[in-house]
């Protein structure tokens, strides 16, 4: 089932009305070229956890990331497949003829200036297998037969180190390996890459079975015959698996028992972005008040109800006590005996003290109060959602109930429209691998997408947009350009007609007889507005190899655009009625990979690969 983004588009950007003026030479583009690979760290991270780098965070959250250096995705090198192997007549048919040493990769197609250009491989769906080793460990399952399923919940027990006992959780992410190659423009269309080819999210709960949104979906099992499915574990700092498990499942059992699926799950809003509203929503899904189950905005697909499964289990351990202590002694009483009739209802057996967990929740690992955490009433979350969109939130006016910060308390944080654009970028067209160029085109190639979504105008969309991208192309300059000053005019003008046509123009308008549009050229223009401040820079990188160089660039580069994300990733939709957070499918791998922000506390890790036991050797 597709995810809520799996309906982007990448369009030849539109016109652009600039008042920037042209030069009178007009610039001979160049081929963008995809720049040699990164060997060196660009700039120092201020602290390191678990191979990501962790960042100051003016939003409150515990622990921001960049994309690591070994990011599973990027890495060079030989895959590794372990486990079972699949036949070849799978691949062939399938998988829409993938070579099995390519499978779970997408080669990526750069655009050539009148012939063919490069590419290169992207490994999105394969994941670290230990030992510096990344690919695919394929387990065969079958759908409602525990017995066939032994192999799995064995692997899962093993590598989560479970005891004979211990219950089963795990997240399990469907791909589509058969969509593997492809210029960027049909990775972005038609080829589910704005997901990194995922679309579907349910849990695995052992023994074949599965739980999903909608409730029926998959029949409760498997169902991965031409649809392999990522088997990702949950771990909490400091608690035992098996007790994060079985809270993990409470909640599910729960949250999973009549869950309602969005009539319009693309452009669903995502709401519980914040500790407080999840802990509403769970709160009134015990209490069964009619919103959740009435009003459409309040359902949840597939990848949103996971979340918040996910993170209900991190923060709400299952006894008396702690729900008193996280929703008031009087309310968390009676709360408490409203979930165990929820329980027995969705699982047929009352909820006993073997069933209870006890552990330190991840609010309290981050040193939160009880209060700070409150779940708001109903009335409370509207009039805090009005203030956002009257104004009088921002001007003060407003003296109301607040949440915590968007992401605080939570596994990873909500994505953004300015997010999803970016992580597109960062997997499929990243500065170190494709430059600054095509790495530009590729942003501004979501603008109608993010115009629609936000319900902003094309120039409030370039405000946000251009500064990054001035600072991308700076760093074009610092990567790639001359350290002859000499040549640096050539240079100049070759990459203003390189991006003029990865923004949409093309080549031949600068042939004999062609006409270049004006309005095009002054964007491309505008964009190298910020390139003679890292061209006074070049001495520095003067000594170094094309690979340090680009990397080095690259490094500067990230550390000079975090108030241009923090700007697009701030601003708010046009009215209550638009999409303004996703959890969509992907987001998992993407905090497998660093380029979602996740919570320091809070380890997700890929274990398998869940294959049809009829598609293997």
Known sequence: MPGPITNNRVTTPQTTNTTATTNTTTPTPATPAAPTTPTTPGWAPQASTGGRVQRNDPDGMVNRVQIPQSAPMHKKGTATFEGAKLKPEVLQNSFGGIKAEDFGTTKVKLPGMGGPGKEFTVRDMQYDLGGGKVGMRFVPVADNDPAANKAMDDLIRKESK?????????????????????????????MLKTEMGNTHTGAYVGGGKTTNSPETYHGKTWQVKGYPA???????????????????????????????????????PYKTVDINTTLM????????????????????????????VTNVGLNVPHNENSFKEIFGADEGSKLWGQFKEKYEAANGRPFTAADETHFEPLWKKEGLKPEQIR???????????????????????????????VGRSLAWKPESTADLVKNFMETYAPFKEVGGVISSAAILSFKPVAMERMGISEAEFMKLAKPLLQEMMAAEALARAPTDPAKLPEWSQQTTGALYVGLGGKP???????????????????????????????????????????????GWMRKNIQDELAAARGAMVSDPGKTEYYSPPAVTNRVVNGIVDSNRFVKIRVVATAVDASEVQ
């Open 230 to 268: 990522n088997v990702q574990t949950i771990s909490l700092a400091g608690v035992p698996q098996g007790e994060l498990n079985k809270n993990l499942l409470a909640a599910d059992n729960v949250l999973n028992n009549g869950v309602k699926f969005p009539p319009d799950y693309k452009n669903d």
């Open 375 to 405: 779940a708001p009433s109903k009335a409370e979350y509207d009039a805090h959602q009005a203030a956002r969109f009257d104004g009088t939130l921002k001007s003060g006016a407003y003296q109301g109930y607040e949440p915590l910060p």
């Open 281 to 308: 929503f769970y709160r009134d899904w015990i209490k069964g008040e009619s919103y959740l189950k009435d009003d459409p905005k309040w359902h949840t697909y597939c990848a949103e109800h996971k979340t918040i």
């Open 162 to 190: 479970l005891g004979p006992n211990d219950p089963i959780f795990t997240l399990v992410a469907y791909i589509h390996p058969e969509k593997h190659a492809g210029s960027i423009k049909e990775l972005g269309d038609t």
């Open 508 to 554: 031949t308008d600068f042939a004999p007889g062609g006409t270049v549009n004006p309005a095009l050229m002054g964007l491309a223009k505008e964009l190298m507005g910020k390139v003679p401040g890292a061209l006074a820079q070049l001495p520095k990188v003067a000594t170094m190899d094309a690979g340090k160089r680009n990397d080095y660039a690259n």
